[in-house]
């Protein structure tokens, strides 16, 4: 299973737009980028996913170089309600089932 | 359309007990999978259920284990408790484990507490 590396944490004012950048070096062909939100005591959350350039749904983009060794998850004009942990997963249905694996997540304070 | 459930949302065992935790996956969604996610922590995957059946399975002792339903609900049983099973522990759904690389949606999990 591709490793993902992520910030601990970022700060951000409401406002901005926020860059959460994830290494994932040793992707697999078959590998998605998908990006997930969580709130205290809340289970994760979906918010996009992609294969490799760029994807824009309503909330976020996701950008992808070509050589997918990384992926930044852009959340424009933050407010405090972005205040949460924002995971990075690589994986792929492979042998059966889905493999995935969550990192640590980059904690999003957003600040008034 | 109907979200992940999970039940019960907290419970408080003593060590050397066993648990059940339950799990209704989301309308239309076929495949169940948990996870474990301990304080500070992103989750970990337990194992995932298709057709009633453990298809895939994390780095978890065999005293974890679970069922899935005909109705694609499931089931997380813990038996003989240690201290360290104490978690968040989050079931999810997805459409169907062929689809490649559909999304996971997630319930509220349920926080267990071992004494």
């Known amino acids: 299973l591709a490793k993902t590396t992520q910030p601990i944490s970022m700060d951000s004012y409401e406002g901005q737009e926020v860059n959460i950048t994830c290494s994932h070096n040793n992707i697999a062909t078959n590998d998605y980028i998908t990006w997930y939100q969580q709130f205290p005591s809340q289970g994760p959350r979906f918010i996009i996913q992609?294969?490799?350039t760029k994807v824009t749904n309503e909330v976020a983009s996701l950008f992808i170089p070509a050589d997918r060794k990384s992926s930044t998850l852009s959340l424009p004009r933050v407010s405090l309600s972005d205040t949460a942990v924002y995971y990075c997963?690589?994986?792929?249905?492979?042998?059966?089932?889905?493999?995935?694996?969550f990192g640590t997540g980059t904690k999003l304070q957003v600040i008034p | 359309e109907t979200g992940v459930t999970q039940s019960p949302t907290h419970l408080i065992k003593t060590r050397g007990q066993q648990v059940t935790l339950r799990c209704s996956s989301q309308s239309g969604h076929n495949t169940v999978s948990w996870y474990q996610q301990a304080l500070g922590q992103g989750p970990q995957f337990i194992f995932q259920?298709?057709?009633?059946?453990?298809?895939g399975r994390g780095n978890f002792p065999p005293r974890f284990s679970g069922l899935q339903f005909p109705n694609y609900s499931s089931e997380l049983n813990v038996n003989a408790l240690e201290l360290d099973d104490s978690a968040l522990y989050l079931c999810?759904?997805?459409?169907?484990?062929?689809?490649?690389?559909?999304?996971?949606?997630f319930g509220n999990g349920t926080r267990l507490t071992v004494t």
């Open positions: 259920y298709y057709r009633e059946e453990e298809n």
């Open positions: 992609g294969y490799k």
């Open positions: 997963l690589v994986g792929a249905y492979s042998g059966g089932y889905q493999k995935v694996t």
């Open positions: 999810a759904s997805s459409l169907d484990v062929r689809a490649p690389n559909s999304p996971l949606h």
